[in-house]
């Protein structure tokens, strides 16, 4: 499996990248060399791998292309890792192809205020992987905040919430039980380590369905991300909810409660 290095301008980006939608991700939080959950990271792209490539993804080559990537920076860095495949050809999908490695560094992004987002009934293709096949939802994105809102979160066919644009979200019950929907969606690192960390302290959590027509009946929402690991809602529709700083803060303790691992 051949490593690209770093790319860091669009002219260097591969054509089967920029042209073929095909391939997966997963982005991270770098700080001197370290990311929090990045077992996970590497977890989740070897998984992708063989659903998308029928093949893993050796760590190794992973490591060696991050570091390389990220060779004498030494601010907080926001890392993409993409595995794409230069032979593959839309017109035969089917034929076995070699995946290469491509880490992209940017500026983490700038966390603002309390999210006030809306509903949209969407599903993304292969909820479970974070494959590059993002335009259905930028596109849902784009349209929440042209309406006024900040982002979009997500709801089935079976009035179940899923998950936002590029977050998991959860909810905060009256008795103070964290909620997380089960509904089809990404398995995202942020909330995992949040999840371990409550589990750690004894705090309540609870995975199951989350009915759209619940909304109201929570006193709490937040979106959770790699690179914006706890951010409160403040709006999912006409619904809204008190900004619960204490939680916020507990969520971002249980995050942070497992320790950055050396690239």
Request: charged share 20%; with cysteine.
């Amino acid at each position: 499996m051949r490593d690209c290095g770093a790319m860091s301008a669009l002219p260097d980006i591969p054509a089967s990248l920029a042209l073929v939608n095909y391939g997966h991700f997963t982005s991270m939080l770098l700080t001197a060399g370290r990311a929090r959950g990045l077992a996970r990271h590497l977890e989740r792209l070897n998984r992708d791998a063989w659903i998308v490539f029928g093949q893993g993804l050796d760590e190794g080559i992973v490591r060696q292309a991050i570091r390389a990537a990220v060779d004498g920076k030494t601010e907080p860095l926001a890392v993409r890792v993409t595995v794409h495949a230069p032979g593959f050809d839309p017109r035969k999908p089917e034929a076995d192809v070699e995946p290469e490695v491509v880490v992209t560094t940017s500026a983490p992004p700038q966390v603002g205020g309390p999210l006030k987002v809306r509903t949209a009934g969407y599903q993304r293709d292969l909820p479970q992987v974070k494959h590059v096949g993002t335009f259905g939802l930028f596109y849902q994105r784009r349209l929440a905040r042209r309406a006024g809102f900040d982002d979009v979160l997500f709801i089935g066919g079976d009035g179940q919430v899923s998950e936002g644009s590029t977050w998991n979200v959860c909810f905060l019950d009256e008795d103070g039980t964290l909620v997380i929907p089960t509904a089809p969606a990404l398995p995202g690192i942020a909330l995992g380590l949040i999840q371990s960390g409550l589990a750690r302290t004894g705090a309540q959590v609870q995975a199951r369905p989350v009915q759209a027509s619940e909304l109201p009946s929570f006193r709490a929402a937040f979106a959770t991300n790699a690179l914006a690991p706890v951010r409160p809602i403040s709006h999912v529709d006409e619904v809204e909810y008190k900004v619960d700083e204490d939680a916020t803060a507990r969520l971002t303790r249980a995050y942070e409660s497992t320790a950055g691992e050396r690239v």
